[in-house]
């Protein structure tokens, strides 16, 4: 049994071994990272610096959100603003790998130059086991490079720090609980944010439709639970398909994307059930993206795949 007391305690006392001068992480506002950040912070205080990097890809309302939490958790916090740098790095990038490396390269790029700015030492990542085992860390496949993990460029002069890469993420979950993060029943949210849930190019104009998308998905599901219509997903999200299909707005032939409703039941991410949604509730998901944009989305489907054999995210 996984007990998150005895696991702080080990894991306060080998950092405080392993970090000896400044240390430097990247808060997504995840859950990995958020419990990473207050974790290092309770074992080497304000010689961590925390950065967190508004890619372009964030969702709506993410990084004034993060920021205001982790400052009030007494993290030492700055804000990189990063959109056009991100977008730049993505720009003529389809193939799913090439988007994920492109973005772990430019993460690592903004955290080397903060990192300079404070002298930093180590770079602190919430890797997590899934992570890594799915990146090939083991003698597995490569199923997906995840960010923090395969993208990592060779001649990153930092050494890393990875406290919580031996957990799946309901201990992750425990242990944030533990240590009285608020956010620590948040879902999970992928480290190359929306850019994943844009099949093909990840341009910042389509991160304003998938960011939008996203937040109507969050927002129904999350109401029909409060209401007692269904249980909460695990994860939850829609998805920019490159699919574009015909379709009619008022008495005009219109022409415009499809997006994709993800919800899934999971306990580690490992593996994954579709959620049984009701339709009520898809009509109005469906019924509020069609209509927060027309010209732009004209469809909305629902994705009924477990994983395997799909993945969570579609890249
Ligand atoms: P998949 O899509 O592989 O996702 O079934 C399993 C869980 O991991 C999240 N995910 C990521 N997390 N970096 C992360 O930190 C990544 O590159 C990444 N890709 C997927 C995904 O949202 C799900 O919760």
Request: a negative charge.
């Amino acid at each position: 049994m996984f007990d998150p007391e005895k696991f702080v305690n080990k894991a306060i006392e080998d950092l405080k071994e392993a970090i000896s001068g400044t240390a430097v992480i990247a808060c997504s506002g995840g859950v990995d990272s958020t419990v990473a950040a207050v974790l290092v912070a309770r074992a080497i205080g304000d010689r961590l610096y925390g950065v967190h990097v508004d890619t372009g890809y964030m969702r709506k309302n993410e990084s004034e959100d993060v920021a205001e939490l982790l400052r009030d958790m007494g993290v030492n916090l700055q804000v990189a603003i990063a959109g056009e740098e991100f977008s730049e790095a993505l720009k003529g990038a389809v193939e799913p790998e090439a988007k994920r490396k492109a973005i772990g390269h430019t993460f690592i790029r903004i955290f080397e130059r903060y990192a300079k700015e404070i002298d930093a030492k180590y770079l602190v990542q919430g890797t997590i086991a899934p992570d890594w085992i799915e990146s090939g860390g083991d003698l597995r496949d490569v199923i997906k490079s995840h960010h923090n993990v395969g993208a990592l460029p060779e001649d990153m002069d930092m050494s890393l720090v990875e406290p919580l890469r031996d957990l799946y993420k309901d201990e992750v979950r425990k242990v944030g609980r533990y240590l009285g993060i608020s956010i620590a029943e948040k879902q999970p949210f992928p480290g190359p944010g929306l850019a994943i849930r844009i099949i093909g190019e990840a341009t910042l104009e389509k991160a304003e439709i998938v960011r939008e998308a996203c937040f109507i998905v969050e927002d129904e599901l999350e109401k029909a639970a409060e209401a007692g219509k269904m249980e909460i997903p695990w994860q939850y999200f829609a998805v920019l398909t490159s699919a574009k299909t015909v379709g009619v707005q008022g008495d005009v032939r219109a022409y415009g994307h499809t997006v994709a409703v993800r919800a899934v039941q999971s306990i580690d991410g490992m593996t994954a059930a579709y959620s049984k949604v009701p339709h009520e509730v898809l009509e109005k998901i469906s019924i509020r993206i069609t209509n927060t944009m027309p010209g732009k989305i004209n469809r909305v489907v629902y994705d009924i795949t477990n994983k395997p054999p799909g993945t969570i995210e579609w890249e």
